[in-house]
T-cell receptor
Framework: AQSVTQLGSHVSVSEGALVLLRCNYS??????LFWYVQYPNQGLQLLLK??????LVKGINGFEAEFKKSETSFHLTKPSAHMSDAAEYFCAVSNTGKLIFGQGTTLQVKP | NAGVTQTPKFQVLKTGQSMTLQCAQD?????MSWYRQDPGMGLRLIHY???????DQGEVPNGYNVSRSTTEDFPLRLLSAAPSQTSVYFC??????????????FGPGTRLTVT
């Protein structure tokens, strides 16, 4: 069965600091992996996806994630946080067509 | 191209009332699904459909019904609303093949409160 664990329900960083949001997955076969962002009172927007091509995936708004099979991880990073990055972030896995989400991580950016 | 649309945006129900959340997509996607979002639990799959006339249960199907009579529409029915169904509901669709399989497109959500 597939599952996703996001470590840390809340992450707080200062503006300009590195953003690191952690995601570990469980899948019996090579998975597709996704990061979605949800701004307050809005729907979900795709940030980036891993589909078995390059292990380092670049997404929108300066975010990137690295697929590490040995660690079953797909952590999301951004070198320098902006105030506009404050949102909830969801990691998701799929290898059957159904999308399984992690619990979400709320990112707070302090001025 | 409107993508995935949902109506209504907000709804308040009394316990025991029934209602239908509407979802439509104009991308000719075969796969559609319904999720509910609750604080600290991420999004959980309620029901999904792989094409017109075919539906199946997800992780939390109890209290919800679906049908899929056309490719475009996938309504979610609450037969007898309960306070535990207070949540934000998202509809999503994705193509079955092509360059971006498994990438789902989400609607804006319906915020439902059951009193």
């Amino acid at each position: 069965a597939q599952s996703v664990t996001q470590l840390g329900s809340h992450v707080s960083v200062s503006e300009g600091a590195l953003v690191l949001l952690r995601c570990n997955y469980s899948s019996s076969v090579p998975p597709y992996l996704f990061w979605y962002v949800q701004y307050p009172n809005q729907g979900l927007q795709l940030l980036l996806k891993y589909t078995s091509a390059a292990t380092l995936v670049k997404g929108i708004n300066g975010f990137e994630a690295e697929f590490k099979k040995s660690e079953t991880s797909f952590h999301l990073t951004k070198p320098s946080a902006h105030m506009s990055d404050a949102a909830e972030y969801f990691c998701a896995v799929s290898n059957t067509g159904k999308l399984i989400f992690g619990q979400g991580t709320t990112l707070q950016v302090k001025p | 191209n409107a993508g995935v649309t949902q109506t209504p945006k907000f709804q308040v129900l009394k316990t025991g009332q029934s209602m239908t959340l509407q979802c439509a997509q104009d991308m000719n996607h075969e796969y559609m699904s319904w999720y509910r979002q609750d604080p600290g639990m991420g999004l959980r799959l309620i029901h999904y459909s792989v094409g017109a006339g075919i539906t199946d249960q997800g992780e939390v199907p109890n209290g919800y019904n679906v049908s899929r009579s056309t490719t475009e529409d996938f309504p979610l029915r609450l037969l007898s609303a309960a306070p535990s169904q207070t949540s934000v509901y998202f509809c999503a669709s994705r193509p079955d093949s092509g360059a971006n399989p498994y990438e789902q497109y989400f609607g804006p959500g319906t915020r439902l409160t059951v009193t």
